[in-house]
């Protein structure tokens, strides 16, 4: 635990860092406090408080539905979040997993896996992505392992990498000898290594994937209504940017904030534990 | 992106020549949206027809007055046999296409069978199949042979497709434009610019304009910010766009009957939807007057109760519906569901407004315990495998006249039959309105044929929608209808 802290402080001694972290701070709150705090029900329509401006009724004034930006706003990120969280657990489990087995193996397992690896990283994600929401609906049930599964890729690159960097030193070679599994060898020799690694990649990841389910929810594939949500209420009121900005900007900032937050914090998490964080590959 | 690039290269070249022209020559400048991607086509039967400029470049036999009733255009009368299954066409005298031909009634003979061409593939063969043949009976008169009888035939003549081309010109019509219209084609290029000039041998008086150009501009923004530039005289918006229009003094904004309508589709031939009942309850506890307001903006729309005719359309039957939440509680409990039901609805982001739409839909029907899993599916293809496929779905229609649309989408087996609505009594209806000569006959039957859609039929049709236009100020002659409505000849530019 003393690991953990000397972490958190040397984050927050960084200015990025700790604006990083406040801002996700503050985002967590949001989200988690935000069903107990709204004064409107986000899906009620009101035809006679259509696009209002920013008022002391209306904090963020309201859409063209008539339904409160504020509240939208405030519980925008929930969704969302929830599936990005899932679809991180879910790539870097089976990412991580797949990358250290291959690693191990070694030969023509190694080179095969990742043949395939390569060629599925090839496709962009969104168009695998849409190509299975049009196939199975867009759901929440359906969008988490897509994510995971497509984000996951790239993981195993990184997990890859990062336990070849072990497999030939001593200490793996002796457990080899001592005759253990290749399953112990990866839980109790590998993985403490590349913790680390894979954690910064999972907190990124995590930012990707809220970007991903964002944008979907802004060509109208992700977040269904009446669950509000940032990318679907950006979508809505693009184009009426100029005469009703309020319905835009306050789902923009909040996207932005938090994705800046954890980019920010993640930096600098990084830069403690002495890693260089992974940059985007092309799947991202 | 670069069609955006081109074309706003070519407008600002466009404006360096309006102000070396403009004291010489009157030039209304408008756009075309691309929506056909280049294929706009100078056809004016084809599935990509252009009808913009169709609308300039030809004539129909008969066109709307401002009322939207039948009215003289290439014919100056029409009689139909005691069984309305011929008609007689008489001809205006004297007209002559863009290349000095005489019009008479083998063009007319030409045009109208063209239409069946399966070779063509036009939309309006659905429409118009009925035309048996055309007979000239001299070169003035034309007598269309019916293969059943259909007393409303002057009406579907009035389609904005229905044009009259020249004899044999089928094979080159398309880039060609010759028709009889007040203008001519000077150049046509649909991803470019496109020239019209004034005909000034027009039958009804020569053009009082010089010269219309379109531009091609994808983007409705770019159109936007063209017309805000002065570069457009003419332009159509969406609600969302008024603002930037309304209380500038030099432009003004049209609002005006058209009808288009979005509309939630259950389909009769799926389980729960098999029982009319419960199509019945999704449809009357809806709120319509708050759903057009929530929509498109109180006085921008007229709320109907699921006709599909168009609002102005002198067939459509005056029908009244407030919201009867309790109503539709009694028949889900009848029905088999007192708790409320579940249902799906799928909808795309297809157009602006039609998830909205949906939305709205959500929220109302919650009243009563209809609780609506809304399925966003992708726009692209959305037509081709989701709509008529998925159980409910929201369509969307632009505005077509009575018998055209009860025909098309509610006639047991029509391709388009979107509701699978199936109902020989309502055939039958349509069949007996066809062959109905006298005008208050004919518009009784058609009127009880929407009834019955609103007693059983699957589609929820809240309110028809106002089409938005703005000009510049100094247009003159464009009344507040709908496009196919405007006398191209008489429109005018008047500095102010």
Redo the contacts between chains.
């Keep these: 635990m003393t690991g953990l802290r000397a972490t958190l402080a040397y984050v927050l001694r960084q200015p990025s860092g700790a604006v990083g972290l406040v801002l996700v701070a503050v985002h967590l709150l949001i989200a988690l406090a935000a069903p107990f705090i709204i004064p409107y029900d986000a899906?009620?329509?009101n035809?006679a408080a259509?696009l209002e401006p920013p008022s002391l009724t209306h904090l963020f004034g309201t859409d063209?539905?008539?339904r409160d930006v504020f509240s939208r706003t405030l519980l925008g990120g929930r969704e969302a979040m929830l599936i990005s969280t899932l679809s991180a657990i879910c790539a870097m489990a089976w990412g991580s997993l797949l990358g250290i087995v291959v690693a191990l193996a070694g030969g023509l397992l190694d080179a095969a896996v990742m043949r395939v690896v390569d060629a599925m990283v090839a496709i962009p994600w969104i168009l695998l992505v849409?190509l299975f929401?049009?196939a199975l609906?867009?759901?929440t049930a359906a969008l988490i392992p897509l994510l995971g599964f497509s984000y996951g890729l790239s993981v195993v690159y990184l997990a890859r990498s990062a336990a070849l960097d072990f497999v030939a030193r001593d200490f793996v070679l002796a457990a080899q000898v001592r005759g253990e599994s290749r399953w112990t060898i990866a839980v109790k020799e590998l993985s403490p290594n590349i913790r680390d690694s894979l954690a910064v990649q999972g907190a990124m990841q995590w930012s990707w994937i809220f970007l991903a389910v964002s944008s979907l929810s802004f060509?109208?594939?992700g977040v269904?209504?009446?669950t509000p949500d940032w990318g679907q209420m950006i979508?809505?009121a693009r184009?009426?940017m100029?005469?009703a900005p309020w319905t835009v900007v306050w789902p923009m900032v909040f996207l932005s904030s938090l994705i800046i937050g954890v980019n920010l914090a993640v930096d600098a998490w990084a830069k403690a534990l002495g890693i260089e964080r992974l940059g985007r590959t092309p799947q991202s | 992106m670069l069609r955006f690039v081109i074309a706003a290269a070519v407008i600002s070249g466009a404006v360096t020549f309006t102000a070396a022209e403009a004291a010489a020559e009157k030039v209304f400048r408008r756009a075309n949206d691309l929506s056909y991607g280049g294929k706009e086509s100078l056809d004016p039967i084809s599935a990509t027809r252009f009808y913009e400029v169709n609308d300039m470049v030809y004539s129909r036999l008969v066109r709307q007055d401002d009322n939207g009733e039948p009215a003289p255009e290439l014919a100056t009368a029409w009689t139909s046999n005691d069984t309305a299954t011929e008609w007689t066409i008489a001809l205006q005298s004297g007209v002559t296409f863009h290349d000095g031909s005489a019009f008479d009634a083998a063009d007319v003979k030409y045009t109208l069978e063209r239409i069946k061409d399966p070779a063509l593939e036009s939309p309006l063969a659905s429409v118009l199949d009925f035309i048996e043949r055309v007979d000239v009976v001299d070169p003035a008169t034309a007598k269309i042979v019916l293969s059943k009888p259909h007393a409303g035939l002057p009406l579907l003549l009035m389609d904005y497709r229905v044009r009259m081309i020249p004899e044999g010109s089928g094979a080159s019509i398309a880039t060609t434009g010759i028709g009889t219209g007040p203008f001519k084609i000077e150049s046509y290029d649909p991803e470019g610019q496109t020239v019209l000039v004034a005909n000034e041998v027009y039958w009804e008086g020569s053009p009082k304009l010089d010269k219309v150009v379109f531009t091609a501009i994808p983007d409705s923004?770019a159109r936007n910010q063209a017309m805000m530039a002065g570069q457009l005289n003419f332009n159509t918006l969406?609600l969302?766009?008024i603002?930037?229009f309304k209380d500038n003094p030099a432009f003004s904004v049209q609002n005006y009957p058209a009808g288009g309508w979005f509309g939630l589709v259950f389909r009769t031939d799926t389980a729960p939807y098999t029982d009319a009942r419960i199509r019945k309850a999704m449809r009357i506890p809806v709120d319509r007057a708050?759903m057009m307001?929530?929509m498109v903006?109180e006085g921008n729309g007229v709320t109907g109760c699921d006709q599909p005719v168009k609002a102005n359309d002198p067939f459509r039957a005056p029908l009244d519906c407030p919201p009867d939440p309790e109503g539709a509680k009694k028949l889900l409990a009848e029905a088999g569901y007192p708790e409320g039901i579940d249902i799906e609805v799928h909808t795309?982001?297809l157009e602006?407004g039609m998830?909205?739409f949906?939305?709205?839909y959500?929220?109302q029907a919650a009243k009563v315990g209809i609780r609506v899993?809304?399925?966003?599916?992708?726009?692209d293809?959305y037509w081709d495998?989701v709509w008529m496929k998925v159980p409910a779905a929201i369509t969307s229609w632009s505005a077509r006249p009575a018998d055209q649309i009860l025909n098309e989408a509610y006639r047991t087996g029509s391709a388009w039959n979107e509701s699978y609505y199936a109902n020989s009594a309502y055939d039958q209806i349509l069949d007996k309105a066809r062959a109905t000569l006298d005008f208050a006959g004919a518009r009784a039957l058609y009127q009880e044929a929407q009834r019955i859609l609103f007693e059983e039929g699957g589609t929820f049709i809240p309110y028809q929608q106002n089409g938005l236009r703005v000009l510049t100020r100094d247009v003159q002659g464009i009344k507040p209808l709908d496009e196919d409505y405007i006398r191209w000849h008489l429109v005018d530019l008047i500095p102010k």
């Design positions: 899906a009620t329509q035809a259509i063209r539905l008539g849409m929401v049009a609906g867009s759901s060509l109208g594939m269904a209504p009446p979508a809505d184009g009426i100029r005469t | 923004e969406t969302d766009q603002p930037q708050e307001k929530l903006g795309a982001d602006p998830v909205r949906a939305e709205v959500q929220q899993k809304l399925t966003l599916a992708p726009s293809g495998d």
